[in-house]
């Protein structure tokens, strides 16, 4: 377990917030957390795009396998901002339970791969579809809070992470689920915490379809309102 690894990355994080609530002074604490959310989401989806792509070994087949220096390394700055968001999700009262369980089971599950030295590859493909969509979250508040979302614009990130977290989070992670459930050298906490976590998703799917058709119904009222008061207009005239 690299505990040192951990804890630097842990008060990286932490010094990375106070930089921004100094910089942002006049903003307030939310906002200096998800620009550190959005860092960490950028930073997290290059660095395990590049060890499920690029450094290997893929996920898909080699589900169970022992950790790459890489992989734990990958693990450990992910591990330690997960520690950060839940101390100041818990600090600050700013999320339910359902994201509290995600930050929980996030933890656990990174903490497993580290302590058993196993398993790496899929633990990494995992924050992989999860982080994806982060960046297009974070950029949504902070859209609404720069009055910037009601407009194609914000139509167009809403389009793209209902897109993207439909194919690659519940897609992709079925066949991943499937793969890790499948696979011999899978222990068994790890597939137990693989079901935990694709269920997870599917309870954030559930909401983003609401969210969605919701969206929708409203966009469609408005375009008909307009149609009829523009028919009508033409029919004055």
């Known amino acids: 377990m690299p505990t040192l690894q951990v804890f630097c990355s842990l008060i990286g994080w932490f010094c990375l917030y106070q930089w921004f609530c100094w910089t942002f002074a006049q903003r307030g604490p939310e906002w200096n957390c998800r620009l550190v959310t959005l860092t960490h989401g950028v930073a997290i989806v290059l660095l395990t795009a590049y060890v499920l792509f690029i450094d290997g070994p893929w ?34 009262h700013t999320e339910g ?6 930050h929980a089971g996030s933890i656990a599950g990174i903490l497993l791969a580290l302590l058993m030295g196993v398993s790496g590859c899929e633990t990494c493909a995992v924050i992989f579809g999860s982080e994806i969509t982060n960046p297009l979250l974070q950029s949504r508040w902070f859209m609404r809070r720069l009055g910037l979302y009601d407009g194609p614009l914000g139509d167009a990130v809403d389009l793209l992470f209902i897109s993207l977290f439909a194919t690659v ?20 906490v790890m597939k137990l915490g693989g079901v935990a976590m694709y269920g997870l998703a599917w309870v954030f799917m559930v909401d983003i379809a609401r969210f969605g058709c919701k969206k929708s119904r409203a966009k469609y009222k408005k375009w008909r309102e307009n149609h009829e008061l523009k028919e009508g207009m033409d029919e004055s005239d």
């Open 59 to 92: 996920p898909f087949t080699h589900a169970g396998t022992e950790n790459t220096e890489l992989q734990t390394a990958s693990l450990t700055v992910c591990l330690g901002y997960f520690l950060f968001d839940l101390g100041w999700c818990v600090r600050h």
């Open 97 to 102: 339970p359902v994201m509290m369980a995600h």
């Open 169 to 188: 989070r519940v897609g992709v992670g079925a066949v991943l689920f499937y793969c890790e459930l499948t696979s011999s050298r899978t222990t068994l």
